[in-house]
């Protein structure tokens, strides 16, 4: 069976190893402020030090937080969507159902959270959201495909 | 819907694997069919009926409500 749009199987190794540097990386970012001074790129003339301009400069970023959700990204995609050992429609249609409940759950989810978390912390809801898809959809097709091969 | 895969395979003495490496699927998706778990497409029934050379309709069968 023909099966598009996916990774080849060795992809979810790759997935995990890049997954798990990037998500203690990803929270250190979201959760401490954390930098990697090397990643700061700069552009243009930026102003003096202690001036007024240079309390609202964005003539320089850190890339940091953009790094760690690029990383988060691909790595999770190579993990949700590489190819099994075998691959055939049963396997297609678990991973089908695993979408659907996982876009579902994660709606339902988000809906709560509209409903009581508001202000800046909506923000971090929001970060979260960004892979909370993906990792619903991992975690249920996982559990479903690793259930019935156990049979 | 109910099928007889357990049985075919019997007469014919194959097992899961033999099939699911005869008809391209993993082993566990012919467990979950032999459990009518999981129902085939067409494509699928019509290979694994041509496995067994018989037609499709001795090993599938539909069952009230289907």
Same mark, same amino acid.
């Given at each position: ?21 990037? @998500?203690?990386?990803?929270? %250190?970012? *979201? ?6 001074? +090397?990643?700061?790129? !700069?552009?243009? &003339? ?16 850190? @890339?940091?937080?953009?790094? %760690?959700? *690029? ?6 995609? +190579?993990?949700?969507? !590489?190819?099994? &050992? ?21 709606? %339902?989810? *988000? ?41 | ?66």
């Amino acid at each position: 069976m023909k099966n598009r749009f996916l990774f080849p199987h060795s992809y979810r190794r790759i997935g995990w190893l890049l997954f798990v540097p990037f @998500l203690v990386f990803g929270l %250190a970012v *979201l959760n401490h402020d954390f930098q990697f001074d +090397f990643l700061e790129i !700069s552009f243009g &003339k930026s102003p003096s030090h202690g001036t007024f301009e240079s309390i609202f400069s964005v003539n320089t970023i850190n @890339l940091s937080d953009e790094i %760690a959700t *690029l990383g988060m990204i691909l790595s999770l995609l +190579f993990i949700a969507f !590489s190819k099994e &050992k075998i691959e055939d429609e049963r396997v297609a249609q678990i991973r089908l159902d695993s979408l659907h409940f996982a876009v579902y759950l994660n709606y %339902a989810v *988000l809906a709560i959270q509209v409903i009581f978390v508001h202000g800046t912390a909506f923000l971090d809801v929001m970060v979260y959201n960004m892979f909370s898809v993906l990792l619903l959809f991992i975690i249920r097709y996982r559990v479903v495909f690793n259930l019935e091969n156990k049979a | 819907m109910k099928n007889t895969l357990k049985i075919q395979r019997a007469i014919k003495n194959s097992t899961q694997a033999d099939l699911a490496e005869a008809i391209g699927v993993s082993r566990q998706t012919i467990n979950s069919m032999e459990l009518a778990k999981y129902i085939p497409s067409t494509a699928l029934a019509l290979k694994i009926a041509r496995y067994f050379g018989k037609p499709v309709e001795e090993i599938f069968e539909l069952e009230p409500g289907d």
